[in-house]
Every structure is written in structure tokens, then in C-alpha cells.
């Protein structure tokens, strides 16, 4: 069943990127997590990513925030970005978001299930961007072994002015997670992103340290 969604999944997103211009980038960021109890974690985060089929940096990026785990099942998190963001002829600009959000989480034999739902404002030299962000995330976790392949589907919809529930923006993510250490995680993925009118093939790595 999986294998199957995979595979629909992906027969949709190459339909969808013939469909209209592309471009190509890359993601990395580097995950800090401390856990203060059983319960509660704080965060942090260091991004980079590029853009115009990786001829440039498209933004930094600086993430903190927290989890709250109310259950076995549920999840509770804040945060807060600062993005530098270039926009090209030696411009740049600092961007603010704050989010908030839950995750209901179960696993089923070899099979882990997360149902994430995240609000997010974005402050922009004057505007604000509300959004809801809404993921599914499906994960091959067996009970041993270092490597979980998994396959996530997001979509963005826009609180502001657009019609609820029409997306501006959906994300395919399939990737594998890899324990290198005791402390350490390796996630590294392919995403497409389509939005119109320019859709983005992303490569990314991101590194986790938990402590």
C-alpha cells in the first residue's frame, strides 16, 4: 500500500513539473534539539538555500522554538524564523514568521503514520501572510535497523484573501533517515515543490543533533 502511494505520488509530480517552469535548488540545515524532560524539548535550526538552478543563495535562515509531547499520540510545537532573503542586484532583505502547530503521531507494525497541522504568519516589510500548513508524512520504521525511508505530502493554504481549501502551494518529499550515531540523524530527501508559475526541484540534507 505504500509502494503504491509512492508510486502515484510521483507519476503526479512528474505530470505536474512538465506543466510549467522549474527550477533548481538545494537545502541544507543543521537541527539542534535539547530535551529539558520526558516531555518538553527546546529547538533550533541553521539554513542555507539556493536557487536559480543553484547559481545563487536564495536565503538564510535561523530557527527557535519547542515541542510539548501531551501524549504518546500528540504532539504540541512553537517557533519562531528569521530569513535573510536575497533578492538579487545586491539586495537583501530580513523576513519574520512565527508559527504554531500539532502533530498526531501512531506506528502500526513497521509502518509510522504522522498527521501534521501547522499556522504560520509571515511578516514582510509592511505585509503579513497567514497559511496552513497541512502534512502527511508515511515511514518505513523498523523495530532495528539505522536507515527509514519515508514519503510526505504538504500542502499551503493561504488564510488571507484566496478561497479556504484551495492550495497555494503542495510539496512531494520522499527520503530516507539515517541514524549515524547515538546523538546524530542524516535526512536526506528530494522534494518537488509546485507553485504557480514556477515550480522548484529541491535537493536537500538536513542534520539533526540531539543532546
Known amino acids: 500500500m505504500l509502494r503504491m502511494l509512492v508510486i502515484v505520488c510521483l507519476v503526479g509530480i512528474v505530470s505536474t513539473a512538465r506543466a510549467q517552469k522549474n527550477?533548481?535548488?538545494?537545502?541544507?540545515?543543521?537541527?539542534?534539539?535539547?530535551?529539558?524532560?520526558?516531555?518538553?524539548?527546546?529547538?533550533?535550526?541553521?539554513?542555507?538555500?539556493?536557487?536559480?538552478?543553484?547559481?545563487?543563495?536564495?536565503?538564510?535562515?535561523?530557527a527557535a522554538g519547542g515541542e510539548y509531547k501531551v501524549s504518546s499520540l500528540l504532539k504540541m510545537d512553537l517557533g519562531y524564523e528569521l530569513h535573510h532573503r536575497n533578492l538579487g542586484d545586491l539586495d537583501w532583505k530580513f523576513r519574520h514568521r512565527y508559527y504554531m502547530g500539532a502533530t498526531v503521531s501512531f506506528r502500526y507494525q513497521w509502518l509510522a503514520v504522522s498527521l501534521r497541522e501547522r499556522f504560520q504568519q509571515t511578516f514582510d516589510r509592511g505585509n503579513t501572510e497567514s497559511r496552513l500548513r497541512s502534512r502527511l508524512k508515511l515511514a518505513y520504521s523498523p523495530s532495528k535497523g539505522i536507515v527509514s525511508p519515508y514519503f510526505s505530502i504538504e500542502v499551503y493554504q493561504s488564510l488571507n484573501d484566496a478561497p479556504?481549501?484551495?492550495?497555494?502551494?503542495?510539496?512531494?518529499?520522499?527520503?530516507?533517515?539515517?541514524?549515524?550515531?547515538?546523538?546524530?540523524?542524516?535526512?536526506?530527501?528530494?522534494?518537488?515543490?509546485?507553485?504557480?508559475?514556477?515550480?522548484?526541484?529541491?535537493?536537500?540534507?538536513?542534520?539533526?543533533?540531539?543532546?
Open 164 to 211: 479556504f481549501w484551495r492550495a497555494a502551494r503542495t510539496r512531494y518529499r520522499p527520503g530516507f533517515e539515517i541514524d549515524l550515531a547515538k546523538r546524530w540523524v542524516l535526512d536526506t530527501f528530494y522534494c518537488y515543490q509546485y507553485e504557480s508559475p514556477k515550480g522548484k526541484h529541491i535537493v536537500g540534507v538536513e542534520v539533526g543533533y540531539s543532546f
Open 23 to 62: 527550477d533548481f535548488t538545494t537545502w541544507t540545515k543543521l537541527k539542534l534539539n535539547h530535551k529539558i524532560d520526558s516531555r518538553f524539548s527546546v529547538l533550533g535550526a541553521l539554513e542555507l538555500r539556493t536557487k536559480d538552478d543553484m547559481g545563487m543563495i536564495d536565503r538564510w535562515g535561523i
